[in-house]
């Protein structure tokens, strides 16, 4: 009797290490799969990045409120501004009324 509760102990012991070690691992494989990802964006990123760096800083931003406008077609959309495209804006009514 007591051999065979020494042996379920046992047993439960070994099972209970077998699913932290699973989840060990699979918490790990998580892990690099998120950094792979990231990894993955930052390089896809670059291209465009290095091209928005050749462009005038105008030129992103008349992009940037051409996108705005794009997604303000919807009736429900709400859209915030940066500082930076109200500066931007500013600039630009500042040249035409002088």
Known sequence: ???QADGERQ???LKA?????SAILQSEGERQAAILRAEGRAKALEP????ASKL????VLLQ???ALK???ASPSAKIVLPME???FLQSLVKKGEG
């Open 1 to 3: 009797m007591i051999a």
């Open 11 to 13: 047993v439960a012991i």
């Open 17 to 21: 290490e077998g699913q932290k070690q």
């Open 48 to 51: 465009l990045n290095e091209a």
């Open 56 to 59: 005038g800083q105008n030129a």
């Open 64 to 66: 940037y409120l051409d």
């Open 70 to 72: 794009a997604m303000a």
């Open 85 to 87: 495209v109200l500066a």
